[in-house]
């Protein structure tokens, strides 16, 4: 199905969240590049949600749901459709049993500060992964040996079909991957988190920070640009395949972590892919692994 511009101003008609027309994904990704996306919305609610989703359906246009951009890469050319950010829905509300109710739109940071405050543990490692909760149910994130998705009760999610509420145990999750249905959308989830003393909490946040001193890389970045093999690291290889420091255009394998691709200034997202793919090329040359990418390609 071909659609318009008009298409597009239908669905964004009588939004009271943000509308956007044009607008450069770089304002929204961590590496600081990407084109424009046609159309970017924050909507203000659910019904806003549903209701933009029913009218790009029915028109047949795109839409990429995102959280705050750490883990994504959009492509020079931009975004046809619309995008969507959660970022208002930002509920945090605490159950009884130790649970808490999140979501998509919660920051991590505002996500583990508020457990902390509930003398709540076991998600500590998230105040180290900068992004959205939303994002990191996605991914299924994780760090210093906590992943997501071992916290979550229920997982609340949209579906064509409407919404969708799934136990823990009925998901298919594994490393840095969630089974969705292409298009489904996170809305938040139910973690279930265990009391504890708020001291051995703040204790952790602290350890998990300081840890990730040698990860300051000083420039804008996505974290880890691919995925660590079976029992091997992908800085190493990248290391021993002697790319430390190589650059093209404005993207280089940062001289501090060689499995962060930097944004030295003026880079565009042609400069880490075509990066990104010298490095797969000298790695399968040098020790025959295949690199697979973590961050998250989009747009043409
Ligand atoms: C300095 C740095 C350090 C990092 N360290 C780590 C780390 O230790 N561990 C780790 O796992 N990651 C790490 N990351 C990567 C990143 O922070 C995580 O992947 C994070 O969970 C991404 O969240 P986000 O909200 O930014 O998602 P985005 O980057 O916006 O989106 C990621 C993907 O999820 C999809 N998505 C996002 N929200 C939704 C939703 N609500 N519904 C459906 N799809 C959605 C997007 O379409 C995209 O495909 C790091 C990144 C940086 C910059």
């Given at each position: 199905m071909t659609w318009s511009r008009p298409d597009l101003e239908q669905v964004a008609q009588g939004m009271k969240g943000v509308v956007l027309w044009d607008e450069p994904m770089s304002r929204h990704t961590s590496l600081r590049v990407g084109g424009p996306a046609d159309l970017y919305l924050e909507p203000a609610d659910l019904d806003e949600l549903e209701q933009a989703l029913a009218r790009t359906r029915s028109a047949g246009i795109p839409c990429l749901v995102i959280g705050g951009g750490y883990n994504l890469l959009v492509r020079d050319g931009g975004i046809r459709g619309c995008v969507i950010s959660l970022?208002?829905?930002?509920t945090l509300e605490p159950l009884p049993g130790a649970r808490l109710e999140v979501g998509?739109?919660?920051t991590n940071q505002v996500l583990t500060r508020f457990a902390a405050e509930q003398c709540l543990?076991?998600?500590?490692?998230?105040?180290?992964i900068p992004g959205s909760f939303g994002g990191a149910l996605t991914m299924n994130a994780g760090a210093h040996g906590g992943e997501?998705?071992?916290?979550?009760?229920l997982l609340t999610t949209l579906r064509q079909s409407g919404a969708l509420v799934r136990k823990r145990e009925e998901l298919e999750y594994g490393y840095r991957f969630l089974k969705l249905e292409p298009g489904e959308i996170v809305l938040g989830a139910r973690l279930r988190l265990e009391p504890v003393e708020r001291r051995l909490i703040e204790e952790n946040i602290q350890e998990y920070i300081a840890k990730r001193g040698g990860q300051r890389v000083g420039f804008p970045n996505a974290g880890s640009f691919f995925k660590n093999p079976a029992g091997a690291s992908a800085w190493r290889l990248i290391d021993e395949a002697g790319m430390r420091g190589w650059m093209i255009g404005g993207a280089q394998v940062s001289?501090?972590?060689?499995n962060f691709l930097v944004?030295?200034?003026?880079?565009n997202a042609a400069d880490f892919l075509a990066l990104a793919e010298l490095i797969k090329l000298r790695v399968k040359e040098k020790a025959g692994v295949e690199l697979e990418e973590e961050v998250r390609i989009v747009g043409e």
């Open positions: 970022k208002g829905f930002n998509a739109g919660v543990g076991g998600i500590e490692f998230l105040s180290a997501t998705m071992q916290r979550v009760e001289e501090v972590h060689t944004n030295k200034g003026g880079a």
